[in-house]
């Protein structure tokens, strides 16, 4: 008898001898987690629509029937999702967030109406260069785009809006440097150069995911190379120059107006959805062609064109890309290709190693 009861008590207490190391266990889980989740930061910055400068708090309601948030310099509209307004609403296709010649961020929504909206940023998320300022020295967190009413490049950092240079070795109006005279401090506390009328700021370019190389020999057609960390492994990725004859020679016409073009490519441009319509400009214009090559693989022949018909023995061909669609190279590595292929006058061929 006394047996039995000693075996249940036994029994007993090793049932919440397991029963406390479950709850433990499960506590310590808990602990985990939460030091986990607390220690993980959100690299998602939200840009506010006027002053296009980070929030001091979450993109939010707050009580009203839109969304705003408190920067630096005061209260502003913000947008918790790209491209959509500050209400909510999608931007159109065709008419993404941008500033269209206003003082602030916007874009239209349905039909013919319109709403204020701002960027989101991944402080995490690559960049194909580092995009400096003339005057703050800080990295451009979005495009450095042409001003036409200013006459004059800029983009946004975390201090503000500030000048920069869309291309290296140019000023922040898109001159170019003197060759004997690069871009540079040159000892001053900004980067400055000579040019052929004078001397003017710039901003300074330095390599992100990909760096300017000196041609070898035996490689003498690269002009870029990039490393691409993608979802499973690293990959090398070189933009191979080969001169083309039909790509216009009279493109300093449209020196500025390509940059800002440039910089609205996207992929989904590739195999667009019924009733996507590429994006145009006032002059300029994207082709896209799906081809087979003498490998019997798909490649696509992307081109940037004037808006004009072409006259007798002049090309309006600004820019060509090739890229094998198998390689599915992201979107933002083709746009440095098109700025190459417009810089220097060749075709580019994206070739993935």
Request: net charge negative.
């Amino acid at each position: 008898m006394f047996e039995l009861l000693r075996k249940a008590s036994a029994n007993h207490k090793n049932s919440n001898m397991g029963k406390i190391e479950q709850k433990l266990t499960l506590f310590l889980i808990f602990i985990v987690l939460i030091g986990w989740t607390e220690g993980k930061e959100n690299t998602t910055k939200y840009y506010s629509s006027y002053y296009g400068i980070p929030c001091d708090e979450d993109c939010d309601t707050h009580g009203k029937s839109y969304f705003w948030c408190y920067t630096k310099k005061g209260w502003d509209y913000c947008s918790t999702k790209e491209n959509t307004d500050y209400k909510g609403e999608p931007c159109r296709e065709d008419h993404l967030c941008g500033k269209y010649g206003k003082s602030y961020y916007w874009c239209y929504t349905k039909g013919d109406n319109w709403g204020y909206c701002g960027f989101l940023r991944n402080a995490e998320e690559p960049k194909t260069l580092l995009y400096k300022t003339v005057t703050y020295m800080s990295e451009c967190w979005d495009e450095c785009l042409y001003i036409e009413k200013k006459d004059y490049f800029r983009c946004h950092t975390d201090e503000g809006w500030d000048y920069c240079s869309p291309l290296p070795d140019v000023t922040y109006k898109n001159e170019p440097c003197r060759l004997d005279h690069y871009c540079g401090t040159h000892g001053s506390g900004h980067a400055w150069c000579y040019t052929n009328s004078g001397s003017d700021n710039c901003g300074l370019i330095s390599p992100g995911e990909c760096q300017y190389i000196i041609p070898r020999k035996e490689d003498s057609q690269t002009l870029i190379s990039c490393i691409w960390n993608d979802e499973k492994n690293q990959k090398e990725i070189k933009f191979n120059a080969e001169p083309d004859l039909t790509v216009s020679t009279e493109g300093s016409t449209w020196k500025n107006e390509i940059i800002n073009f440039i910089a609205r490519w996207k992929n989904a441009y590739l195999n667009p959805e019924p009733n996507t319509k590429l994006t145009t400009s006032e002059n300029l214009r994207f082709e896209v062609q799906k081809l087979v090559n003498e490998d019997e693989k798909e490649y696509y022949n992307l081109q940037i064109m004037v808006n004009v018909y072409s006259q007798s023995g002049k090309s309006n061909k600004l820019a060509q890309v090739v890229i094998l669609e198998q390689d599915k190279v992201p979107d933002r590595f083709v746009r440095l290709a098109f700025v190459e292929s417009f810089r220097h006058q060749t075709r580019i061929f994206v070739q993935i190693n």
